[in-house]
Nanobody, 121 residues
Framework: QVQLAESGGGLVLSGGSLRLSCASS????????VGWYRQAPGKERELVAE???????VYGDFVKGRFTASRDIASSTVYLQMNSLKPEDTAVYYC???????????????WGEGTLVTVSS
C-alpha cells in the first residue's frame, strides 16, 4: 500500500512563503506523475502542480509563476515551494500519485491526507 505524507502547511501572512513536502513510501519515479492538488471550502479540488516520471512539470493556471514543484528522487519526496501567497490560496493541499500499471489497466491514484494552508490578509 502506497503512503503519501504531506507536511509543511500552516498559517502565513499574505505575500509570504511556505514549502510543502510529500514523502512517498514508494519511489516517485515509479509513478506516472506525483503532484499537488488543493481544495478550498466549498470548492472543487483543483490541480496545483504535477511532476511526471520524466521530470516534466504542469501547473494550474492560477499559479502564474508563484509556485514551484520539485522532487528529490533519492528520498522519494516531492516539494511545493509557494511564494507570494494570497488569501485565496487558503486550502487543504493534497499530494497525489498516479500510475497506470499496465497497458489495459485503469489509472490508480494514491492520495495523502492533506495539509492545511491558511493565508491571512
Amino acid at each position: 500500500q502506497v503512503q503519501l505524507a504531506e507536511s509543511g502547511g500552516g498559517l502565513v501572512l499574505s505575500g509570504g512563503s511556505l514549502r510543502l513536502s510529500c514523502a512517498s513510501s514508494r519511489s516517485v519515479v515509479r509513478f506516472d506523475a506525483v503532484g499537488w492538488y488543493r481544495q478550498a471550502p466549498g470548492k472543487e479540488r483543483e490541480l496545483v502542480a504535477e511532476i511526471t516520471s520524466g521530470g516534466g512539470t504542469v501547473y494550474g493556471d492560477f499559479v502564474k509563476g508563484r509556485f514551484t514543484a520539485s522532487r528529490d528522487i533519492a528520498s522519494s519526496t516531492v516539494y511545493l515551494q509557494m511564494n507570494s501567497l494570497k488569501p485565496e490560496d487558503t486550502a487543504v493541499y493534497y499530494c497525489r500519485a498516479r500510475v497506470v500499471p499496465c497497458i489495459e489497466c485503469r489509472e490508480i491514484q494514491h492520495w495523502g491526507e492533506g495539509t492545511l494552508v491558511t493565508v491571512s490578509s
